[in-house]
């Protein structure tokens, strides 16, 4: 394909994410934000790297914030926050970066069952992260004792399981949480 060919599609699938790209910008909550896409057919999914406006910002909150203000622009998949992003950069770079991204995370590993699957959604509401793996560690992710102290109070609430809080201060891998509790629900049912 020659390369002003190449340079109309690109410019074609810039400005079919444009829509998305204003809902975000119309957040206070963000400063900067490029979508595209990765992926084809079924594993096709949308991808947004932002600048956000602070240290503090809440995926759960901001997709939220999208669904009040914008509830028919779709919301992408994967959120990724990022120092800087170049206004210029093409989607084959955007997606370039993302490899990058992607790569220097830790291998991802898929919820197998209902307690882990609970846990990457509880994980998603508290922590600045896109994709959580059963393999991720609470504290690597940016959490902290005070966010534990919620999802404590979430996971005993909503699973029904009284859960000593020194025991989750020390199981911060999802997955060896998420063994805890099936062990703890089991104990609860003898």
């Known amino acids: 394909m020659n390369d002003e060919i190449e340079e109309i599609i690109e410019k074609e699938e810039a400005l079919q994410y444009q829509h998305i790209v204003s809902s975000f910008e119309a957040l206070d909550d963000v400063n900067e934000v490029k979508v595209f896409q990765v992926g084809k057919g079924s594993s096709e999914r949308l991808i947004a790297l ?68 609970y846990l990457v959604r509880l994980w998603g509401e508290f922590l600045p992260v896109g ?41 911060s891998v999802l997955s060896e949480l998420a063994l805890n509790i099936a062990q703890m629900k089991k104990e609860t049912i003898l």
């Open 50 to 117: 932002l600048v956000p406006a602070s240290d503090t910002m809440a995926f759960s909150l901001l997709r939220r914030k999208l669904r009040e203000t914008s509830p028919s622009v779709p919301i992408p998949e994967e959120l990724i926050i990022v120092d800087s992003i170049d206004k210029n950069n093409t989607p084959s770079e955007l997606l370039d970066i993302y490899d990058k991204l992607f790569k220097q995370k830790s291998v991802y590993v898929k919820a197998s069952n209902s307690i882990e699957e």
């Open 131 to 171: 994709r959580i793996s059963v393999e991720d560690d609470f504290y690597a992710l940016g959490g902290h004792s005070l966010l534990l102290a919620q999802m404590h109070y979430a996971i005993e609430r909503d699973l029904g399981v009284y859960m000593d809080f020194e025991l989750m201060l020390g199981t």
